[in-house]
C-alpha cells in the first residue's frame, strides 16, 4: 500500500468503467482524486454513458478508502469546460501529480453514418490531447501522463469498413494517433522529468463491450445477439484463452506508472492484451 501515496490523480471518464477502477485502485494506494465525466449520453452511441448517479457512486467508492476526491461534470471535447474542471479540482485538493486521459466511446457497427467516426475522434483523440494539454500548467514537474489507448490501435489494418464501420474504424484512427503522440511528446517532456506513457488494452468487461451493437460485431449472424451469444467468440481475439481483460488489470498497469516506480518509463507503449497484438500478426 502506498504507492502514490500524497499524490493528486486527474481521471476522466471516471464514472464508471476502467475510470472508476483506477481512481479506487489509485485511492487504496494513498491518491486523492479528481473524477471527471460528461455524465450525459452522446447521441451516435447506442449505449447508455455513464450518469450522474455513476460519478456518486466512484465518489463513494474513492472516499470509503480514505482519501479525498473532487467530482466534476464536464465534457472532453469542451477545452474550456475541462479547463476550468481541472483548475477547480487542483485548487481544492492543491497539486496535480499525475492525468489519466480515460474517457473514450465506441460507435461500432455496418451502417452507422459518417458522424460515427467524427464523434469517436472528437472525444477519443481531440478529447484525449484536450485533458493532457488542460492538465500541463498545473502538472509538477516530474508528473505522469498515462493515456488510455487500446490494442485496436496497434494492429489495425486498413480497408473496408466490415463489421465495425466508421465508428470502429474512427475508433483504431484515434488510439493509433495517440500512440503516435505519446512517442513524440516523451522527448519534449523528458526534460523536465514529466513523463508520458500509453497503456493499451484488448477488450475490457465494461459497459463498451457489454453492449448489443458490439455483441454484433462478433455474431453478425444474429439480428439481437446477447452476451451469452458474444461469450464464446470474444476469445478469438487475444492469443491467450480469454474472452476480455478485467478493469482492475489495467488499473494495475495505470499504478506502475503513475507511481516512482515508474520515474525513468517514458514514451512506453504498454500492452494489457492478453496477446491480442502478437495474435492478430499470425
Known amino acids: 500500500m502506498g504507492r502514490v501515496e500524497g499524490k493528486v490523480v486527474a481521471i476522466t471518464g471516471a464514472a464508471r468503467g476502467q475510470g472508476r477502477s483506477h481512481a479506487v ?5 494513498g491518491a486523492d482524486i479528481v473524477a471527471i465525466d460528461l455524465c450525459e449520453n452522446i447521441d451516435i452511441v447506442e449505449y447508455p454513458l455513464a450518469t450522474a448517479e455513476d460519478l456518486e457512486e466512484t465518489v463513494r467508492l474513492v472516499e470509503k478508502t480514505g482519501r479525498r476526491v473532487v467530482a466534476k461534470q464536464a ?20 497539486a496535480l501529480d499525475v492525468v489519466i486521459a480515460n474517457a473514450g466511446i465506441s460507435p461500432v457497427g455496418a451502417g452507422r453514418p459518417v458522424a460515427a ?4 475522434v472528437d472525444v477519443n483523440l481531440s478529447g484525449m490531447l484536450n485533458t493532457v494539454h488542460a492538465a500541463l500548467p498545473h502538472l509538477a514537474d516530474g508528473g505522469s501522463i498515462i493515456v488510455i489507448g487500446s490494442a485496436a490501435g496497434l494492429i489495425t489494418h486498413y480497408g473496408p469498413l466490415g463489421a465495425m464501420g466508421p465508428g470502429g474504424m474512427g475508433y483504431a484512427f484515434a488510439k493509433t494517433t495517440l500512440a503516435a503522440y505519446v512517442n513524440w511528446f516523451a522527448t519534449v517532456l523528458a526534460p523536465s522529468g514529466t513523463r508520458i506513457n500509453a497503456v493499451h488494452p484488448t477488450n475490457v468487461d465494461t459497459d463498451m463491450l457489454q453492449n448489443e451493437a458490439m455483441y454484433k460485431v462478433f455474431r453478425p449472424d444474429l439480428e439481437h445477439p446477447k452476451r451469452e451469444d458474444a461469450e464464446p467468440v470474444f476469445p478469438m481475439v487475444q492469443a491467450m484463452p480469454i474472452p476480455y481483460v478485467q478493469p482492475i488489470d489495467v488499473s494495475h498497469a495505470v499504478t506502475f506508472l503513475a507511481s516512482d516506480e515508474s520515474r525513468y518509463v517514458t ?16
Open 25 to 29: 485502485r489509485l485511492a487504496e494506494e
Open 75 to 94: 465534457d472532453v471535447r469542451d477545452y474550456a469546460a475541462l479547463r476550468t474542471a481541472l483548475t477547480e479540482g487542483v485548487r481544492e485538493l492543491g
Open 267 to 282: 514514451g512506453t507503449q504498454l500492452r494489457v492484451d492478453g496477446g491480442a497484438v502478437v495474435n492478430a500478426g499470425k
Open 117 to 120: 467516426f467524427t464523434e469517436t
